[in-house]
């Protein structure tokens, strides 16, 4: 289940979709994990919002931030469920088995989990002992997940959404999973259908 669209991004396109795919968020709870700082997702009125980085940063609705690696909190705290999970431009900055567990290890800590990343290669650190939480350390495009995990996501690709990136500019895609995902995915084409 894949959806492609030739916008270019900004970030009032990603907080549509992020709304889009978040469905009714009317008494509903979020964690953004990986937050950074947390550009869209502090905007959107869901219920309750509980924001983690492994860098104290200042966010935009003042809310506070819990200091922790990811993947360390998730592990320590999966007895905590939120209705959304959201990650944006994420999975870039683990290698590949560590964002390989970082998926996994949401699965228990929401009920939609909602990503977004580059499309393929993008400012990648060819250091391999690079530990900077900044630094892009692996690569993502739907087909690598797709083989990874067969069957588990729904996408949205936007090919050009950073034109003036990179030599032929960098496209970037959005990724979730839910309980009835064909439905939900349906549901969100036809909200989308603007952007044709």
């Not at 509903?28 to 492994?54: H, N, R």
């Not at 350390?137 to 069957?151: A, G, H, N, T, V």
Request: one cysteine or more; charged letters at 30%.
């Amino acid at each position: 289940m894949k959806l492609e669209y030739y916008q270019n991004g900004s970030g009032e396109l990603q907080t549509i979709v992020l709304k889009s795919i978040s469905g009714d968020i009317e008494n509903k709870t979020m964690i953004d994990l990986c937050c950074g700082s947390a550009p869209q997702t502090a905007f959107i009125p869901f219920k309750e919002k509980v924001y983690v980085d492994v860098i104290d940063r200042d966010l935009p609705d003042n809310s506070d931030i819990i200091v922790a690696d990811v993947i360390e909190y998730l592990k320590n705290n999966q007895d905590k469920v939120y209705d959304i999970s959201i990650s944006t431009d994420t999975i870039e900055h683990f290698r590949d088995n560590d964002a390989l567990e970082f998926l996994s290890l949401t699965n228990n800590i929401a009920k939609k989990k909602i990503w977004f990343t580059p499309l393929g290669e993008y400012c990648m650190t060819n250091d391999q002992n690079d530990n900077n939480p900044d630094s892009h350390k692996s690569e993502w495009r739907p087909e690598k997940l797709e083989q990874l995990m067969p069957d588990k996501w729904a996408y949205i690709v936007f090919p050009n959404w950073h034109p003036t990136l990179g030599e032929n500019g960098v496209g970037a895609f959005f990724f979730w999973t839910c309980d009835d995902l064909k439905k939900d995915f349906e549901r969100v084409k036809k909200e989308l259908n603007i952007l044709k």
